[in-house]
């Protein structure tokens, strides 16, 4: 069966520092993957896709930025954070073939900027 | 953007009661999804309607979907506490990498 994980769960960082979340998936191969951003009783703002290693796409301008380094793989960075960027950010993934396929989440990251 | 809009934002209702909540969008989907998210946690996928399909089941689930009026509802039937979390709609546009764009979502309280 297919899993993701994510990591940490939670974070606190000072405004100015880096960012380095980690998602992957087990069990699947050529996922597409996603980043998304929720802020609190909101709903989710797709962040970046990839369909490919390597292949980013960017779906709104911000401070941050992802990267597809293996198949399974998915890392969202920031060189420097700001305290819009606080949030809890979620990690998705679906099935690269047909149509129709629903996402699976990982369990989040709780990113508090300080 | 955000395209879908559950009403009600919240909705409290007692164990056995069913609860429904609808969900608006704005453009043309490919397919429309409902999602469960417990407090703090990611979300579940729970089920998946398509533009052409009318109304879906599953289990205690039941889905409808109207093109014409570009809405979808979620209706749970006997309601448990278990079922206590927040629902969220969220549409696919068929960009063919299977992108959604989601409501605010329905937080739904059920009391023993």
């Known amino acids: 069966s297919q899993t993701i994980h994510q990591w940490p769960a939670t974070l606190v960082q000072p405004v100015g520092s880096p960012l380095s979340l980690e998602c992957t998936v087990e069990?699947?191969?050529?996922?597409?993957l996603y980043w998304y951003r929720q802020a609190a009783g909101r709903g989710l703002q797709l962040l970046f896709y990839?369909?490919?290693?390597?292949?980013i796409s960017s779906e709104v301008p911000q401070n941050l930025s992802a990267s597809r380094p293996q198949d399974r793989q998915f890392i969202l960075s920031s060189k420097k954070l700001l305290l819009s960027d606080s949030g809890f950010y979620l990690c998705?993934?679906?099935?690269?073939?047909?149509?129709?396929?629903?996402?699976?989440f990982g369990d989040g990251t709780r990113l508090s900027i300080l | 953007s955000q395209q879908g809009e559950e009403d009600p934002q919240a909705l409290s209702i007692q164990e056995g009661e069913n609860a429904t909540m609808n969900c608006s969008y704005k453009?043309?989907?490919?397919?429309l999804q409902w999602y469960r998210q417990n407090s703090g946690r990611g979300l579940v996928h729970l089920i998946l309607?398509?533009?052409?399909?009318r109304e879906k089941h599953s289990g205690r689930l039941r889905v409808t979907l109207d093109t014409s009026k570009k809405s979808s509802s979620l209706l749970i039937t006997a309601s448990r506490a278990a079922d206590t979390a927040s629902y969220f709609c969220?549409?696919?546009?068929?960009?063919?990498?299977?992108?959604?764009?989601f409501g605010k979502g329905t937080m739904l309280l059920v009391s023993p």
């Open positions: 069990g699947t191969s050529n996922p597409n």
């Open positions: 990839s369909v490919g290693i390597g292949q």
């Open positions: 309607i398509r533009s052409n399909e």
């Open positions: 998705a993934w679906s099935p690269r073939t047909g149509w129709n396929q629903p996402q699976h």
């Open positions: 453009t043309s989907i490919n397919n």
């Open positions: 969220a549409t696919d546009a068929g960009s063919g990498y299977s992108t959604l764009t």
